[in-house]
Nanobody, 126 residues
Framework: VQLQASGGGLVQAGGSLRLSCAASGQAFSTYAMGWFRQAPGKEREFVTA????????YYADDVKGRFTISRDNAKNTVYLQMNSLKPEDTAVYYC????????????????????WGQGTQVTVSS
């Protein structure tokens, strides 16, 4: 599967952005999807993930209550709605995929995912 992330940009603190990750190929509905981010000089970190059917989600503590992951399996797309953005959310955001055969499994470890998008830059100004 190939992943294409989009929707990044420059936003003021307190603002919102919606990232999209479009997947090509078949059987998107059998893949768990995740969002990770990497700020300059820092390691890639987990943001959120959603199971193949969308029934299970998990968030990193520092985005819980502000970010929402969702997916539209008919459109082969996963979304990340980011509200109340903070300067510390500034990073390149990557979407990732892992085939689970449709099982409701998600992981927070980047090495579990075997497909990655190219990343989209999110910059939050103070």
């Amino acid at each position: 599967v190939q992943l294409q992330a989009s929707g990044g940009g420059l936003v003021q603190a307190g603002g919102s952005l919606r990232l999209s990750c479009a997947a090509s190929g078949q059987a998107f509905s059998t893949y768990a999807m995740g969002w990770f981010r990497q700020a300059p000089g820092k390691e890639r970190e987990f943001v959120t993930a959603i199971s193949a059917s969308g029934g299970t989600t998990y968030y990193a503590d520092d985005v819980k209550g502000r970010f929402t992951i969702s997916r539209d399996n008919a459109k082969n797309t996963v979304y990340l709605q980011m509200n109340s953005l903070k300067p510390e959310d500034t990073a390149v955001y990557y979407c990732a995929a892992k085939s689970t055969g449709g099982l409701p499994v998600i992981r927070t470890v980047s090495t579990w995912y075997n497909y990655w998008g190219q990343g989209t830059q999110v910059t939050v100004s103070s």
